[in-house]
């Protein structure tokens, strides 16, 4: 699955103005219990709409669908979101913006998940909507046409690859799109640019629908041994499947337009970006 679809991670030099700065990290306010639930439906929400778009800026990057998903729904939702949480994410932005190097992301990132784990709970949650539904809904249409265990399987196992392709693959388009646009690409360099930045992590992205927890859900065999020797394994291949998905991603997005914008580092983010991806 492609868990870089949270648009205020992603990119913080583009995102860091999206929420009021601050020197310094001021005492977090208190939010009540459904305040709190409210921040995390949302999250969820939001993580699987960032899928939805991507996949739509895999057909086509920029299109009128994946920006209405972006500002009508995405935007929106942060916009209700309370002030701790638009705090949190402002200080992550901030943080990520500043950050000199690769330590400097991985300790950022880091603390941002210690601070909200219930809030990267929901991100990875919103952001595995979207592969498992595509995974069960395969498997159970095969099922229903008698097709057996086997062909559920491999249909299953070919939706998550689809699915992983078109969310990486978009994901990392739609950032080429837009930064080339910024730069002053018109639509058809911006979408040549899109287009080329999609290749690379839409490959790996279709690699983790077959290996990753996608692999579980599609009913294909899992790793031996206990029960705990089991999640384990699965874990630390999820985990190092979605650093390089999620960096790789970032990575190319970036890339794609240095050529409309020469001031832009591609290695920017790429970091922070791989080690959410990991931890989520």
Do not use: C
Not at 144 to 152: D, E, P, Y
Not at 191 to 197: F, I, K, M
Not at 237 to 259: I, N
């Amino acid at each position: 699955m492609s868990t870089n679809h949270f648009d205020q991670f992603d990119e913080p030099s583009r995102t860091a103005n999206n929420f009021d700065k601050f020197d310094e990290a001021p005492s977090k306010p208190k939010r009540s219990l459904w305040t709190a639930i409210n921040d995390n439906v949302i999250e969820v929400a939001n993580a699987a709409a960032g899928n939805a778009s991507a996949v739509a800026n895999f057909v086509r990057p920029g299109n009128a669908a994946s920006q209405w998903i972006d500002k009508n729904f995405i935007e929106a939702g942060q916009n209700k979101q309370s002030d701790v949480v638009k705090a949190e994410k402002a200080r992550y932005a901030q943080e990520m913006d500043q950050a000199q190097g690769f330590g400097d992301e991985v300790s950022a990132t880091l603390g941002y998940v210690a601070r909200n784990p219930l809030l990267a709970a929901a991100q990875a949650a919103g952001s595995f909507a979207g592969p498992g539904l595509a995974v069960g809904g395969a498997r159970a249409a095969v099922g229903a046409l008698g097709m057996g265990a086997k062909a559920a399987t491999r249909t299953g196992l070919a939706a998550g690859a689809g699915f992983g392709m078109a969310s990486a693959g978009g994901d990392a388009a739609g950032t080429a799109y837009e930064l080339s646009r910024q730069g002053g690409a018109t639509d058809e360099q911006a979408l040549a640019a899109a287009r080329g930045a999609s290749v690379i992590p839409g490959a790996w992205g279709a690699v983790g629908g077959l290996v990753g927890a996608e692999r579980l859900i599609a009913g294909a065999k899992g790793f031996g041994g206990g029960l705990a020797a089991r999640a384990l394994k699965t874990g630390a291949v999820e985990g190092a499947q979605e650093a390089l998905e999620e960096g790789v991603t970032q990575y190319e997005g970036q890339r794609a337009a240095v050529p409309f914008n020469p001031e832009l580092d591609p290695m920017k983010g790429v970091a922070g970006a791989a080690t959410m991806g990991a931890v989520l």
